[in-house]
Nanobody, 120 residues
Framework: VQLQASGGGLVQAGGSLRLSCAAS????????VGWFRQAPGKDRYFVAY??????TTDYADSVKGRFTISRDKNTAYLQMDSLKPEDTAIYYC????????????????WGQGTQVTVSS
């Protein structure tokens, strides 16, 4: 499966952005999707997860109540509300078939990343 992330940009603190992860190739519905983020000089960290059916979601504590992950037939989304300067990072979507989803190492397919910058 090939993934294409988009929707990043510059937003003021308290604002919103919606990231998209468009999939092509093999059956997207077979894959669960994770969103990760990486700030300059930092590791890549888990942000959100959605199962292949969409019935299970999970979030990092730092984004719970502010971010919402969803998906349809060919695209996964990350709705980001009440953004904070500490949310600034490159956001990546990834797909996998593993039951363990917190670690980037479990994901075999990655999008190219989209920059999110939140100004104070």
């Amino acid at each position: 499966v090939q993934l294409q992330a988009s929707g990043g940009g510059l937003v003021q603190a308290g604002g919103s952005l919606r990231l998209s992860c468009a999939a092509s190739g093999r059956a997207f519905r077979s894959y669960s999707v994770g969103w990760f983020r990486q700030a300059p000089g930092k590791d890549r960290y888990f942000v959100a997860y959605i199962s292949n059916s969409g019935s299970t979601t999970d979030y990092a504590d730092s984004v719970k109540g502010r971010f919402t992950i969803s998906r349809d037939k060919n695209t996964a989304y990350l709705q980001m509300d009440s953004l904070k300067p500490e949310d600034t990072a490159i956001y990546y979507c990834a797909a996998q078939t593993n039951v363990h989803y917190y670690s980037p190492a479990n994901y075999g397919y990655w999008g190219q990343g989209t920059q999110v910058t939140v100004s104070s």
